[in-house]
Every structure is written in C-alpha cells, then in structure tokens.
C-alpha cells in the first residue's frame, strides 16, 4: 500500500503550527495581531468597568475621605445648665441674693496640630485605598491575558487536531478500499480507525477546554456575555512590545527595585509608612497642653443688701490639661507609634524582596523556555519530520510496520503541540512578569495614574 502521500500530508499539515520567534509567530500577520491585540484590550477594559470589586474600593475610599473630613473638626461643645447658692432652708431662688441660675458654654480644644495630623493621616489612608483600583486592574489584566492566551492555544490545537482528523479520515477510507480489495492488512485498517476516534476525543477535550476558559472569562464579562458573546479569535501569543524595551534592564541585573518601586502594592506599602510617621507627630502632640475655655452666665432673682435687684454675673474661665506625668501614657504611645513605623519599613522592604525574588525567577523560567522553544525549533521538530519520512520510506519497502508509521506521525504530532504549550507557557511567564513591573502593552487608567502618585516618594 502506498502512504507517502497521504501521510506526508498528514505531516505537513500538523506541522502547521511551525517554529516561531520568541514572542510572536511568523504565520501571524501584522494585521492579525492588531485585530487579536484590539480585542484583548476591548475585552480587558470590559472587565474592568464590569468588575464589582472596583465599585467596592471606590466606596471605601470616599468613606475615609468623608471620615478625614470629619476628623479635622473640634468636639462640640458642651451647654451648662444649673442652679447656684440655692438655701435648704427654703429653696427659694429670690430670698438669697447667692443663688443664682446658670447657662455656660465649654469648648475643649485638640492638643497642638493634632486635628491637621489627623486630617492628613486620613488622607494618606484615603489615597492607598485609591491606588488598590491600579492592583485590582494589575491582576484583571494579568488574569484576562492568561485565560486568553490559553484560550488561543486550545483554539489553535483544535485547527491543527480538525486538519490532521480530516486527512487521518481520508487515510483511513483509502485503506480501507484497499483492504477491500485483498492489498491490505486488517490490523492496518484498525490502527487508523483507532487513530481517527483517538483524534475525536483530543477534539471533544478541546472543546470542553475551550468553554471552560470562556465561562471563567465571565467572572468579569458578565454572565449574560456567554449568550451574547462575539466569535473570539484568542492567540498564545503576543507581541509584548513594552515588556521587551524594559528586558535590557531587568537582565542586567538581580536588584529590580528601582522597577518595583512604582508597583502600586509598594506604593501602598509606601503610604502605610507615611500614615505611621504620622502618627508618630500625632503622639508628639500629647506632650503638648490641651486648653479648653468656658464662658458662664448667671441670672439672680433676689434684692441685694441695699434692697435693690442684685446684677447678673458673668463668668469666664480658661482650662488647661499639664502633661507632666508622661512616663505613664504619652511615652508608651510614642513609643508605639515608633515600633509601628518600623514596622511598616520592614513590611514594605520584605514586599519588595518577594516581588525581586518572584521576578528573577520569572526571568530564570523565561530563558528555560526560551531554550526550549529554541531546541523544537531547530532541532526536535526537525528530526521528528525526517523520522517519519524514513518509517514511510521503509514502510514502501516493507522493512516497517504501518503501526510504526501511525506512531512516527502521532510522535510528530505531539511534538508539534508541545511546541505550541511551550509558546503558550513563555507568553503566561511574561504576563506574569508583566504583572509585576508594569510591562503590559494595556495601560489601563488607574496604572497610569499611578506614576503621578506622590505619596511618601522619599520613603525609599
């Protein structure tokens, strides 16, 4: 039986998928990529505007923004009430010229500028929970990329799997006649026709890969997007254009931070450091006095000692909290304030020591890969082709088995799908990456926002 043709087919088709460049594949057009890129960015910015969480922490900021507000604003004062020199013998309010009835005001002031500190630490606060809509849209676009490029991997499997299905189909009819005919082998006949259902079940798990990614993608679609949803032509690849212009620093070195420090987690970090220091100036203050002033009218019904009507009084008095005994509370909360502080430096530093550490092992992955994908491409695909090549060769002039052909094709096969995976794992490696120093080429607004934060920007 003759199979070259057919089966040299079979391998050029499933060879579809050829050996690409790093970080986007030559049989995308430029064209191709623009539309795939639109969509993803279209599909990213929907999330984002769809995402319940962001409502959330645009809430929670206005709550500490109106709670700063209210902060700075003195205690209200207190109204005084009551009755003076009032005689038990008869409790008469005209009889004793001392007895008096008394209105007052008392108002207590903060100590120092604790009301302004108190003010700007809630600002501080009301700021950091702003910035967490930039880690929110951070974490959708890395999401939204790693599901779409899974997504464009399964959808370019399915195409390789549907041409290799079709011409393993036409494989198996042609062998089929010729067993009909009395120059074929039985076991022949079945090895392709196992082939064939073996390729429809890849097929149906494909398929329910496929929906799965797309009915996680409705997390932030919306549920209604899975009945509404357009035709998505997904890619396992993209063209990371911003994340290669910033390759050059991050290979140079093992010390990322000057990357890392516009992150917006350590930005948070950063104003948790700023919002300590004020507390500790907020402490400060208690070493201050605290003055308080009271102003009292007192009204007197009863004649004076010349028979006349006695004159209202009029009293005003100033208050004054000493701290004297500071050793007692002032100092311990000081202190606190200061630990806190340090605290804080030692969040942040141990924050960006995780993401430096996270970042040189996405670089170490990404070479890993990058050699792998280098070594399908020049070497394991290549000899895969000329394997198969020889076992039809030696099939023709019967030193092979057909078994033996069907496997040096599904060998290839695999090969050439495994490639695909190692595509697919470098560009979620650099979406990861991207993750962390801000290398996507979709720039939603809150990120780039971020880089006019100047929150505590001398906190390094």
């Known amino acids: 039986m003759n199979v070259t043709t057919s089966m040299l087919v079979l391998i050029a088709s499933a060879s579809a998928i050829t050996p690409v460049t790093l970080l986007a594949s030559p049989l995308t057009t430029a064209s191709a990529k623009t539309e795939q890129s639109q969509q993803l960015t279209q599909l990213i910015t929907k999330a984002i505007k769809n995402d319940a969480n962001m409502a959330q922490i645009s809430a929670q900021q206005?709550?500490?923004?109106?709670?700063?507000?209210?902060?700075?604003?003195?205690?209200?004062?207190?109204?005084?009430?009551?009755?003076?020199?009032?005689?038990?013998?008869?409790?008469?309010?005209?009889?004793?010229?001392?007895?008096?009835?008394?209105?007052?005001?008392?108002?207590?002031?903060?100590?120092?500028?604790?009301?302004?500190?108190?003010?700007?630490?809630?600002?501080?606060?009301?700021?950091?929970?702003?910035?967490?809509?930039?880690?929110?849209?951070?974490?959708?676009?890395?999401?939204?990329?790693?599901?779409?490029?899974?997504?464009?991997?399964?959808?370019?499997?399915?195409?390789?799997?549907?041409?290799?299905?079709?011409?393993?189909?036409e494989l198996a009819n042609f062998t089929k006649t010729n067993y009909a005919i009395g120059s074929g082998e039985a076991q022949d006949l079945l090895q392709v026709q196992l082939q064939v259902v073996k390729i429809e079940d890849k097929l149906q798990t494909n398929l329910q890969t496929q929906h799965r990614i797309m009915a996680q993608l409705s997390e932030w679609l919306g549920a209604d997007w899975l009945t509404t949803q357009t035709i998505i032509k997904a890619s396992n690849q993209l063209s990371w254009q911003h994340l290669n212009q910033l390759m050059p620093r991050l290979t140079a070195t093992t010390q990322h931070y000057s990357l890392l420090k516009q992150h917006p987690l350590v930005l948070i970090a950063n104003s948790a450091i700023s919002a300590n220091e004020t507390q500790v100036a907020i402490s400060q203050q208690a070493y201050k006095p605290q003055f308080g002033i009271e102003v009292m009218y007192a009204s007197r019904q009863a004649n004076g000692m010349s028979g006349k009507p006695a004159s209202d009084l009029v009293s005003a008095y100033l208050t004054m909290d000493l701290p004297l005994f500071t050793d007692n509370r002032q100092d311990h909360h000081y202190a606190a304030a200061q630990y806190q502080v340090g605290a804080a430096k030692s969040q942040r530093d141990l924050l960006l020591n995780q993401m430096n550490a996270k970042v040189n092992a996405l670089l170490v992955e990404r070479d890993n890969l990058s050699q792998r994908l280098s070594r399908y491409t020049t070497t394991l695909l290549t000899q895969a082709k000329a394997r198969t090549q020889a076992v039809e060769r030696g099939y023709q002039n019967n030193t092979a088995q057909f078994n033996n052909v069907i496997t040096a094709a599904t060998d290839e096969l695999a090969l050439v799908i495994e490639q695909a995976r190692i595509i697919t794992d470098l560009n979620i490696t650099n979406s990861n990456l991207a993750s962390l120093i801000n290398g996507f080429d979709v720039q939603p607004q809150s990120l780039q926002l971020q880089h006019s934060t100047t929150i505590n920007n001398n906190n390094q």
Not at 78 to 96: A, E, I, W
Not at 100 to 112: E, H, K, P
């Open 62 to 169: 206005r709550a500490m923004q109106e709670t700063s507000l209210g902060t700075n604003s003195l205690p209200d004062p207190k109204l005084k009430l009551g009755v003076g020199g009032l005689p038990t013998d008869s409790f008469s309010l005209n009889t004793d010229p001392m007895t008096t009835l008394s209105i007052g005001l008392m108002q207590q002031f903060d100590r120092g500028d604790t009301l302004d500190l108190q003010q700007q630490k809630g600002d501080i606060q009301a700021t950091a929970i702003g910035i967490q809509h930039a880690v929110r849209e951070l974490d959708i676009t890395n999401k939204m990329t790693q599901l779409w490029l899974e997504l464009g991997y399964q959808q370019s499997v399915y195409r390789t799997l549907q041409r290799n299905h079709r011409l393993v189909t």
